[in-house]
């Protein structure tokens, strides 16, 4: 699977447009909470632990949209854009959400 946020890729021909896709992840309080208690690698004002979490996290809703994608019929998707959302009372939840045009190129 293809995937890109361009809306065409170099070399491919669009031959299918079959719709929109998406994939979501929601990291919960607990999880949240439990990375701030225990950043011990901070450098530079950066925390690799979250950060690791927050890249999971895009993967997943990733593979998500991927998979809707797949049984469509489609090999790639174009425009992807990723969104990363708080949610709950007081931010308590971080929600990631990856969404784009599913497509046949060939």
Known sequence: ????????????????????????TIIGANIVRDFFASITDVIGGRSGSYEKVLREAKEIAL???S?????????????????YETIGNNGSMLMVSASGTAVSVE
């Not at 946020?5 to 929109?20: C, D, F, L, M, Q």
């Open 67 to 83: 998979e809707q994608a797949r049984k469509m019929g489609a090999n790639a998707i174009l425009a992807v854009d990723l969104d």
């Open 1 to 24: 699977m293809i995937i890109t946020t361009t809306n065409s890729i170099e070399g491919k021909r669009i031959v299918a447009y079959h719709g929109i896709v998406s994939g979501e």
């Open 63 to 65: 593979e998500e949209m």
